[in-house]
């Protein structure tokens, strides 16, 4: 059925650069792997997973924003066939097509990091951290406190054994990594990594979340986590099994230092400021963090706790040189 004639056509807002050119070399017939109100994931033809996603999201790695509020209505499923090509993807099931011609092609920024000095990872370290204490979510990476009752009505303590178990592997494997890349033992790296990947509940488990915002950084220009970005990327590209296909399709991502954008921009603004100010850093990065703790449950926050381990990490090795 061609695309003109569909009932329901749907323009694209933008698409990621990498996208574009897989489309023009693969195009073909992919399958949807599942469907969301704001995201639907499609096993795209050449095996990579892309993600159509809702117009107020992120632009992100192999995604599509699209000028729809939600998926709720497209009759899409879980299953279906999608084709691909460089004009469209669609959906003969759902007699729907995304139009791809017109959409604003993005690229995910590169945050170079050779000229910060160490004065201003470390403002950056505590205003994020500062911030993260405050308002991030509790449950994943950050734990909630000890004392019964706590205060904050997000923070949780484990429901049972279970939960009691997952929280005590995280701590044991974010503290086994920190040791690790400290020492610039690539092993140890490998090996606290690979216990981190896939732990936790969830699309992308906080170990696979954390883990992403540290790569994250550790991928950027002129960073001297070199030794954790090639451990890491070792450990995603030999262990693709180990977690769910979103989570390692983004920490794949993430080796490379792409990011969703809210990410990216959040990593720009922590050193647009001076170091000498930082309660007017800790203001100025107060709605781009509020925006990175909105992704998912606790995600923005594992992200984000990945992020400022990084950045205190890069920090120390920085001062040992």
């Not at 204490?133 to 009505?153: Q, S």
């Not at 390692?248 to 400021?273: I, M, Y």
């Not at 594992?302 to 890069?314: P, T, V």
């Amino acid at each position: 059925m061609a695309a003109s004639i569909r009932s329901n056509c749907i323009p694209a807002a933008s698409i990621d650069s990498a996208l574009v050119t897989a489309l023009r070399d693969a195009p073909g017939t992919g399958k949807v792997h599942s469907v969301f109100d704001r995201a639907i994931n499609i096993v795209a033809p050449w095996g990579q997973l892309v993600t159509l996603a809702a117009r107020q999201l992120d632009d992100a790695p192999w995604t599509i924003r699209a000028e729809v509020r939600d998926w709720s209505g497209a009759g899409i499923q879980a299953g279906d066939p999608a084709d691909f090509s460089t004009r469209a993807i669609s959906f003969d099931s759902a007699d729907s097509v995304v139009l791809l011609p017109g959409a604003r092609e993005w690229f995910a920024k590169r945050i170079p990091l050779a000229d910060i000095t160490t004065a201003e990872l470390g403002t950056g370290a505590a205003a994020l951290g500062g911030l993260l204490e405050t308002h991030g979510v509790r449950g994943g990476i950050l734990e909630a406190p000890p004392v019964e009752g706590a205060a904050e009505a997000n923070a949780k303590a484990p429901a049972n054994a279970f939960d009691a178990g997952i929280a005590h592997g995280l701590r044991a494997g974010r503290e086994a990594l920190e040791t690790a890349v400290r020492a610039g033992d690539s092993m140890a790296i490998g090996e606290a990594a690979l216990q981190l990947l896939g732990l936790g509940s969830g699309l992308t488990p906080a170990g696979d979340d954390f883990l992403c915002g540290l790569a994250l950084l550790a991928a950027q220009p002129g960073s001297r986590l070199g030794a954790a970005r090639g451990a890491l990327s070792a450990v995603v590209g030999q262990h693709p099994d180990r977690t769910t296909l979103l989570s390692w399709t983004t920490l794949r991502e993430a080796v490379d230092g792409r990011a969703r954008e809210s990410l990216l921009e959040l990593l720009s603004k922590l050193f647009r400021h001076r170091a000498e100010d930082p309660a007017g850093l800790v203001r100025h990065l107060r709605a781009p963090v509020d925006r990175a703790l909105g992704i998912g449950h606790t995600s923005g926050t594992d992200i984000l706790s990945g992020l400022l381990a990084g950045l205190r990490l890069e920090k120390e090795l920085r001062g040992s040189m």
